[in-house]
């Protein structure tokens, strides 16, 4: 038997000594004695009686032990021609310094702070500090607008709002202030306090009684030390897309993470402590979470937090750059950057001008990896290049080549196989398993492994119905796949109304809900097309109110700022058809998943249900005036 399967059926039949084994690797403030609580299914809890700080194991446990003066973070950053670095003992210093920040101001722990920053040091610090202190973080994604920011504002209801005078996408420079100031505005719940990381590219005026000055607040501020934390107190929160308006607030423990990340760094990166680990993904994703700032650090790597692009800032040598520059040993991104590298630079020129001997493998996930992408990265890189595949709710991969284990052969277009800890089947809608080479929809049996989340913030019941309800004894993720004869996975896109654009998780519900709210608009439906470049597009299909005499190109245009305003550039809505009526089952459940493969070019077959089937040849028919529909 070969090391994986050793390791994996070990962590399947033996969570326990697995996973205990695994977390004396992390510096408890008391070590557990107890490592799976499964006393209140589905709830499973992971070293309940453990205590620990994971700021303390991210910072200061390096520090104390030889690591001060290594480089934690690289900030690099080509549109601010920027390249700053931190260590160890510097990032441990602004990092206690901010937490003494947040204690002056009164938070405390438990308390909730959140993060709308862009990809600078603050941002990581900002995490960092409340990690320190036990107050709950909930990093907000700068490319969200203010409406998605104030969603977050009412649920999480934060003490404080950690955020910047801007972020800059490219060469635009996107003011962060007024977009806050906004969502404040449109909440309900209001904050004590904003802290503003003023920028030279912008700087924000501070409203009077409750914006303070990031810099001077530092300047006043004394260190913090680490609280005690119980293993199972959030660490963060993180929202992420659900199929309806409102996002699910995942939350993340501190001890199950702790364990969980660390030993992923060894075994599925197979990266050694003061080696350069580069996720190039953002902090405002579980990706920058996970792997820009908790794992790296937590395994005492560097670090590096890019505020760039992979094209354009300057040209699609940016990568190569970054790598050659700062010895990067593994890459960590999502597909649709290497679709947009090869779209610019298809035969490597600008790869040839750098040296990549540091350079190790190449990590993707937050999509699936197209055949033809992975074969172009291949074919450049000459190194391993591995798919994996995990959710905001797992926080780490559930599928990949476990390199630092055994070096499994890879198949294009799947992420390998099971990590250990991970017990993926696929089943049929009746909740009955599969056989293998047959697709289905992909669960995996309880109890999760540690660091995935143990519910939704303040939410068990939506927890159970989203995720555990579905078919008992499993958590349902969501995707489809199914397992091939030699048992690889393919994961083959979102079974729900949640679609993937440009790596980033978003829900056409939500624009479904914003596009509702135009006074002539009667009823739409918003499926994600295939896309060749961003792996998927949300197309509007918008049915108008009886006697709007208005242009259709018209009402397009204001539907698109509409989303643009009140969810964010991110989601890259750009296209709507104005439809007379919406395919749809007798008892009215509109057919998206039907509209979205007549839009791919797929086949299709209507449902029995179906009101009227010729309306498909009517949606086909509008869908080829724009450029959809092409049969494969
Ligand atoms: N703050 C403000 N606006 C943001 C933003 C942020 N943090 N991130 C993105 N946006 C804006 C962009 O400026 C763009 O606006 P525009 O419509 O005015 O041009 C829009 O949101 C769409 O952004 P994006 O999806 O990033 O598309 P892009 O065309 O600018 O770039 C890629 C395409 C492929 C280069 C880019 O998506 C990328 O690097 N993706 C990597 C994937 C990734 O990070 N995934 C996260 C999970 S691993
Ligand atoms: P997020 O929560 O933003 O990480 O998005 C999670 C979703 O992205 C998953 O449910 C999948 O649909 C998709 N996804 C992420 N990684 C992969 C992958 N490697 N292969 C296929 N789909 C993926």
Redesign the pocket.
């Known amino acids: 038997m070969g090391k994986y399967q050793e390791a994996y059926d070990e962590s399947i039949k033996n969570p326990s000594k697995f996973w205990g084994e695994a977390a004396k690797d992390i510096r408890w403030i008391k070590e557990p004695t107890k490592v799976l609580d499964d006393s209140n299914k589905p709830f499973y809890r992971w070293f309940t009686d453990g205590e620990i700080n994971t700021c303390y194991n991210a910072l200061d446990y390096h520090v104390e032990n030889g690591r001060a003066d290594q480089t934690a973070i690289i900030y690099d950053s080509p549109v601010t021609d920027t390249i700053k670095k931190y260590s160890y003992r510097e990032l441990l210093d602004e990092t206690s310094r901010f937490a003494g920040v947040l204690k002056s101001l009164g938070v405390a722990k438990g308390d909730r702070v959140i993060i709308y920053m862009p990809m600078i040091p603050q941002a990581a610090i900002a995490m960092l500090a409340c990690a320190r202190i036990g107050a709950i973080h909930s990093v907000v994604f700068g490319g969200f607008a203010s409406n998605e920011l104030a969603i977050r504002v009412d649920d999480a209801k934060p003490r404080i709002i950690i955020s910047a005078s801007c972020g800059i996408e490219g060469k635009k420079v996107i003011e962060y202030k007024p977009l806050l100031d906004k969502a404040i505005e449109l909440s309900r719940y209001k904050p004590e306090k904003c802290i503003i990381y003023q920028r030279k590219q912008a700087s924000s005026p501070l409203t009077a009684g409750r914006d303070l000055d990031w810099d001077e607040m530092m300047k006043k501020a004394g260190p913090a030390g680490c609280e005690k934390l119980k293993a199972t107190d959030p660490l963060y929160i993180l929202y ?1 897309s659900g199929t309806t308006g409102i996002p699910k607030g995942v939350v993340r423990d501190n001890g199950g993470h702790a364990v969980a990340l660390k030993w992923s760094m060894k075994n599925v990166y197979d990266v050694s402590p003061g080696d350069v680990y580069w996720a190039a993904s953002d902090v405002g ?3 920058g979470h996970s792997y820009i700032v908790y794992a790296p650090l937590l395994y005492g790597c560097t670090t590096i937090m890019y505020e760039g692009k992979p094209v354009g800032t300057p040209d699609p040598g940016a990568f190569w750059r970054v790598i050659s520059q700062h010895n990067v040993k593994v890459l960590f991104t999502a597909p649709t950057a290497f679709r947009a590298i090869k779209k610019e630079d298809p035969n490597g020129e600008f790869f040839k001008k750098y040296d990549l001997s540091s350079f190790k493998a190449l990590f ?6 197209d055949p033809d992408t992975y074969e172009w990265a291949s074919r450049l890189l000459k190194k391993p290049v591995i ?7 797992t926080g780490w991969a559930i599928a990949a080549n476990c390199i630092g284990i055994e070096n499994l052969p890879v198949k294009a277009g799947s ?1 390998t196989k099971c990590v250990p800890g991970y017990q993926v089947e696929i089943l049929d809608s009746e909740g009955r398993q599969l056989p293998n080479e047959t697709e289905g929809i992909v669960a995996i049996r309880l109890p999760l492994p540690p660091g995935t989340l143990p519910t939704l913030y303040q939410n068990d019941d939506k927890f159970k119905e989203s995720y555990t309800d579905p078919f008992p004894g499993y958590y349902f ?3 489809g796949g199914y397992y091939d004869r030699d048992g690889y996975i393919y ?1 083959m ?2 079974v729900d109304d ?1 679609i ?1 654009v440009a790596g ?2 978003l829900s056409t519900g939500a624009m479904e809900e914003v596009i509702a709210k135009h006074p002539d608009v009667a009823e739409c439906a918003v499926v994600g097309a295939a896309d060749d470049f961003k792996g998927q597009l949300p197309l509007g299909f918008v049915v108008l109110k009886a006697g709007v005499k208005r242009s259709g190109d018209e009402i397009i245009k204001e539907l698109v700022q509409m989303i643009r305003d009140q969810i964010g550039a991110v989601a890259a809505f750009k296209q709507a058809l104005i439809v007379e009526r919406l395919p749809k089952t007798r008892s009215g459940k509109i057919l998206r998943a039907i509209m979205r493969k007549i839009a791919d070019g797929a086949e299709y077959k209507a449902p029995s249900t179906i009101d009227d089937p010729a309306i498909l040849t009517e949606i086909e028919g509008h869908l080829k005036t724009i450029g959809y529909a092409k049969k494969q």
């Open positions: 992420t994703w579980v990706v993707l996930a937050g999509e699936r990896l798919d994996h595949w995990w959710q905001t709710e992420p993720t969501g995707d994961i896109g979102r949640v993937n980033h998780r």
